[in-house]
């Protein structure tokens, strides 16, 4: 009898000193990102009849796999629409500023214009207008920076997540190796590293969001369109390239093998910050530089025009008033060497039955290619193709561009930015108010012309998308419906995140109050043992004694 109290006392110390040291390790990690309570197992012996004391059957993590995918799944969302949130919110402060925006500035432009008009023979009316015109100038400037170096960054940063997407597969399946192997040595659970890998593939969902599969214990991880990332001990790396059809763009390729990227669609990667950035720089920020590239060639194409129809005060025949770049055209990596296409603006016209010059420019970007020895122009915005066919002279004309292509073979494209880096080139022709065609004729009281120019304000001078105003309101209302829909939007996902997030911590977080609860029922375990074994000790003595 004594010595089965011996042995059931020395079982119960030991299973109360490993509820103590699991209890202890909890406590310890209640910061620690990533680390799930673990609570100890315990059973008795093999069945009523015989009295064999208690082990520790294992200690295991409390987790809920279905709640930790929805957590992951919604920190991803999250991860997106604060990338998104936070790039939005710069532009949107950008353009609806009311002091610092182009819309007082293109007011006070043309309120000057009105000075020449009411007063053309006035050299200080006339060196306002310029002043004023210059302003603006260098306010399209700025903002076409400023765009610039927002994208700049988000190519920067595409690399940057690639990078961070790419260590932690490799982690991920190093982990499942390490995990795998440390089962089959020891047969027990390695509770440490599933910790470890399931903070890995929480920290790459708020990269890119990514499908996740368990088989066999080991993950496998994919993306939307199933490319795996990480099969088994197995990972393959995102790439960061240069776009070869757009040579300012940075895209994410697939490696399948060393040497063998293969190109991935931007809507397959969604979720988390590379998707975030992905997106913004898609529909929002592109767009944006469009149209205000959309605004600045139309002011300078309307306003060149009809300012040539006018007389300056030195009896001249007015000149461009506004300096102005050419569209871009980025040819793609595989081009014919010498192929070459040349794309300019067609300059502004005056439509029957209307008393002011407009264009026919889109906000769009487009991509001209060389298909059974036909030009097909591809509207990148749309997705429309359209068959083109050149003049007796080579040219082909479309929605205000005229395009002049030579030496093109089959399966050349070339991809055309007509107004995306425009507002950048924008500029005031002229250096001395005395060059304003004011009239139509050399007399210093003939403001015929700068009324013609006036009028362009109030005109549907940008064609389909109306005036000057019109298109950089529907800029600022586009920018700001976006940002705010974002906002909305994150701070449900926010929502959504923290109730997952209680939810998942009442599983597997921490609890204080309860494991110093524990801490006190284990300490009493463990002396409830110690007595038992220090009587089992006294009953031994009493019975060596008595022989």
């Known amino acids: 009898m004594a010595s089965s109290m011996l042995s059931i006392g020395v ?3 030991q299973a109360a000193q490993t509820a103590l040291a699991t209890n202890s390790n909890n406590i310890a990690n209640v910061y620690t990102p990533g680390y799930s309570r673990e609570t100890v197992e315990l059973s008795g012996g093999p069945g009523a009849s015989q009295v064999s004391g208690v082990s520790v059957s294992s200690i295991s993590r409390q987790t809920d796999a279905y709640l930790s995918a929805q957590l992951d799944s919604a920190l991803s969302a999250s991860a997106a629409l604060e ?3 936070a790039n939005l919110s710069q532009i949107d402060n950008l353009l609806a500023d009311e002091e610092a925006g182009l819309a007082p500035l293109m007011q006070q432009f043309f309120a000057a214009i009105e000075g020449v008009a009411s007063q053309p023979g006035d050299p200080a009316a006339r060196e306002s207008m310029l002043g004023t015109a210059e302003s603006l100038a260098g306010q399209l400037n700025a903002f076409a920076g400023y765009l610039d170096e927002m994208d700049a960054g988000v190519n920067a940063r595409i690399g940057d997540v690639v990078g961070d997407i790419n260590t932690t597969t490799t982690q991920i399946a190093s982990l499942n190796e390490q995990i795998s192997m440390t089962r089959a040595r020891t047969g027990e659970e390695p509770l440490g590293l599933l910790d470890q890998r399931d903070q890995a593939v929480t920290e790459l969902q708020s990269l890119v969001g990514v499908d996740v599969q368990e088989q066999d ?3 496998s991880i994919s993306l939307g369109n199933g490319q795996l990332l990480v ?3 197995d990972s393959h790396d995102l790439v960061a390239v240069v776009d070869p059809q757009d040579a300012s763009r940075v895209v994410v390729n697939y490696s399948a093998a060393p040497g063998m990227p293969m190109s991935l669609e931007e809507g397959q990667l969604e979720g988390g910050t590379l998707g975030g950035l992905l997106g913004f720089r898609e529909e929002s920020l592109a767009p944006a530089q469009n149209q205000l ?9 309307t306003f060149n025009a009809q300012h040539g129809d006018g007389i300056d005060a030195n009896g001249h025949a007015g000149g461009d008033f506004f300096t102005l770049g050419t569209p871009e055209v980025l040819p793609a990596s595989g081009n014919t060497l010498d192929a070459a296409l040349e794309v300019e ?10 008393d002011f010059y407009s264009v026919a420019l889109t906000g769009d970007d487009y991509r001209l290619s060389l298909e059974g020895g036909e030009y097909r122009l591809e509207n990148l915005g749309n997705g429309t193709v359209e068959s083109l066919s050149p003049d007796s002279e080579g040219l082909m004309q479309h929605e205000g561009l005229i395009l002049s292509a030579t030496n093109m073979q089959e399966g050349d494209s070339f991809t055309i930015q007509p107004t995306r880096q425009i507002a950048a080139t924008f500029g005031v022709a002229i250096n001395d108010g005395a060059e304003i065609a004011a009239g139509e004729s050399s007399g210093s009281l003939d403001n015929r012309n700068i009324l013609a120019l006036q009028q362009l304000q109030s005109s549907d001078a940008l064609g389909s998308a109306g005036s000057f105003n019109d298109q950089y309101a529907s800029l600022v209302s ?9 906002q909305v939007n994150l701070e449900a996902q ?10 998942e911590q009442s599983v597997s977080g921490v609890n204080l109050d309860e494991e110093a609860a524990d801490l006190i029922r284990y300490q009493q375990f463990y002396q409830a043992n110690a007595q038992v074994i220090q009587t089992a000790a006294t009953v031994l003595d009493t019975l060596l004694n008595i022989r």
């Open 231 to 233: 099969n088994g001990s």
């Open 478 to 486: 586009q920018v700001g419906n976006q940002t705010r829909l974002v």
């Open 217 to 219: 214990g080991r993950l």
């Open 83 to 85: 990338t998104r949130e």
């Open 494 to 503: 926010q929502s959504l995140t923290e109730q997952l997030t209680a939810a």
């Open 345 to 354: 603006f067609a300059p502004a016209t005056l439509k029957e039955g209307e």
């Open 11 to 13: 079982s119960g110390l």
């Open 293 to 301: 590239g959309q605004l600045a060639a139309g002011l300078a194409l």
